[in-house]
């Protein structure tokens, strides 16, 4: 294998526009599953620790968590709930074409399944929202 | 019957902003973008610089976006990409440096291309396994093909055009990713080796952090390629291969 | 990569661990979504269903595997976005060993949450 070091000199990077290199406005399904499973990626990360952060009310006991509970039960936050539910779905469903992306089923096959993966996304979103709040 | 077409195209210069200029190009009905761009340089502005050649989708030269998307203007009609009302506009391909224009520095497209040694060429002497003066012919006298002419008769489907890149996502990143033209290369060159040492290398090559486990499978670069090619295929290809060697190393211990 | 033979031997390992921690979460966040929001009366556990909840050895099980590879999944995709962008080996090795001392931080944290609230 030939290195590239006896070669040409330094050569400038490519151009770093972030917004132009991520806005999927105008291109393909993949670009738009590329961005949403960064974004919702992300957003999953903050959350993690939102959440790891408020566990350690539990480490105050049964007062300080149970009138916790008590906010969170609230409407409002359950609605925040299921922003954050829709953002594992449609992390996950992606993550699963991803994993499938493998076996290389074509670049139709490819833009299919992420619509399949939103479609789904979308009904167990409705679905988990209404027990969410019929529960709550 | 001739068009008048709005066309913005890209500017940018040393110590120019970057910037679009809009000419209003008449062109024939018939015309490509191609035609556009060289009437926008031919009749109104001598500075425009752009690359072509071939014209016919061959040497990959002239790749351009056109309203956002990756295209070779020398075989896109006019009237595909213009609603007969909006401007038309011409941009240089993403994820290459721009060296002015509607040009691109795309020397990391082709260092990485020949990095792989696939090799789109063969020598002659090394292409026939039998002399030319002892071709077998038939009765007719009709030449017959040696046995294993296959192998060399694959021609290079890949002309180098650079949308690949251009469409990447993860390439717009601006990162290390070798880029789908590289690894398809890299794939045409692994189907070509027999040897296991070269195997190796080549496989080795690109098993990197930044090799083929970088691509986020967007598959842009396939759905762009203007030669039907599937680079995202070949990326994917490489990869269950590494994992099939993996295995097998993990069971063999 | 190719610019350097001496590292063509490296092998990337994180693309497989990214892929089999998001086949597990698929199942151990499902049922710790299930378990925290649909079981209980009223959708969340208040502290004494929580005490109950984390002394099934079972479930102490699951969560505790749900932490290790939530946080594994997390900070790995932190690492490839931040790769992404493309820095210098030097700051790509730093960059692994602040995430994976992060990583071990939370699953501390973590164990020692289920631990007070458990034991």
Redesign the interface.
Known sequence: ????ET??PE??????R?A???D?R???A??W???L?RITGLGLVVYLYVHLGVLSLLARGPESWDSFIDVVRSKPFLALDVVVIAGWLVHALNGI??TL????F??RV??AMFSVAMVVAAVLLVIMSVLIFEGS | MSLDVPLQIHRQKEGVAPHRDLFRVSVADSATVLDAIEAAWAWHDGTIQFRHACHHASCGSCAVRV???ERLPCVTAITDVWDGASDVVVEPL?????AADLVV?V??LF??L????MSPLRPVEHALPVEIGERPRTDDGTMVAPAGIERFMRFESCIECGICIS?C??????????GPA?LAAVQRARAEATAATEVD??L????????V??C?????C???CPQGL?P??AI??L??E??AR?LRRLFRR | ???TRE??????W???VQAFTGVMLLILLSLHMIAQHFIVEGGLREYADIVDYLRNPVILVLEGLFLVTVAIHALLGVRAVI????LSERS?RRVSLSLLWLGIATVAYGAWIIWLVAV
């Open positions: 294998m030939k290195t590239m070669r040409t050569r400038p990077p490519p151009p770093r972030l132009s290199g991520l999927p105008r291109r393909g993949g670009s599953a590329f961005v499973s074409r991803v992306a493998n076996f290389s074509g670049a490819q833009k | 309203n956002g998307i993403r994820n290459f440096p721009v520095d020397s990391t260092d990485r020949e990095a792989s040694e469409a996502p993860t390439a717009a990143l601006g990162g290390k990713f070798y590289g290398a080549i080795g090559s690109v098993d990197g952090e930044h090799g486990w970088r986020h499978s967007a598959w842009e396939t759905e762009r599937d995202a295929g994917m290809s990869r269950r590494l994992t993996r | 990569m190719i610019e590292r063509a031997s490296r092998h990337s994180t693309w497989f790769f992404d962008f493309g790509e």
